[in-house]
């Protein structure tokens, strides 16, 4: 019976284990893709600028990424599972990353909704508050969920990479980000969708209109992060050993 048992979470351990594995070549895939068609765009009209805030963001919304990358492979397929303090130290580095690179996202953001409102003093405050309610929840989240990991190693030691065995299922953080940009985002549509309908430009017209679907697909973006989060939390228990890979995919 016993070694029925142990069958059967091996074979559990080996099919949740090649899913994550497919999921992160994948998201790398598309990283690596990203890089190579935009980089003749990122020589002419980023390298070759002036250091100001754009290009200061932009570059560390860009290559951070890439470093992260090199973590994850490390965490999920070279370092020794029975190093466990070793993998604790891993799994925050990867999470500080992700969040610091989802901070660099939205401040991009709201910036881009701040031009919109220009000397606004109200909407500043607002938002400045509001941003920062939504930060210390989120690094409040962060911090719980990465306490309550704890790590196991495989049956047979056939497989290399870090294995939590268990966490809290918390997707408040999810939850943070999309009451954030439905905000944000709300109010980006509804500026550029008034300032559009009363430009006499037509390129201006073109511009916010163009604003107008960017902001929208960043909004899609995370309330699909959002389904696809809750249907993790509903098929996969946070006791099965990928779980930490399907809750932090690379960004």
Known sequence: MRRATL???LVEFLTQSQASQRIFVGCLALLVHDWFLTFGDEVAYIWRSDWRIPKILFLLNRYPVIANAVLQVTYTMMISATNLSNCE????AIISMKFAGIIVSEVILFLKVLSLYRNSHAVYA???LFASFCMISAVIVIIIWADSVRW???PLHLFQGCIPQASMAIIADV???????????????YKSYRTWRESTSSLFGVLYKDGIHYFGLALASSVANLALSLAIVSHI???SPYYTEFMFPLP
């Open 175 to 189: 939850w943070i980000m999309v009451v954030w940009e439905i905000l944000i985002v709300g109010m980006a549509i």
């Open 89 to 92: 130290m891993l799994l925050k």
């Open 126 to 128: 607002t938002l400045g």
């Open 7 to 9: 069958g059967q979470e």
């Open 152 to 154: 196991t190693s495989t």
């Open 237 to 239: 228990p946070a006791s």
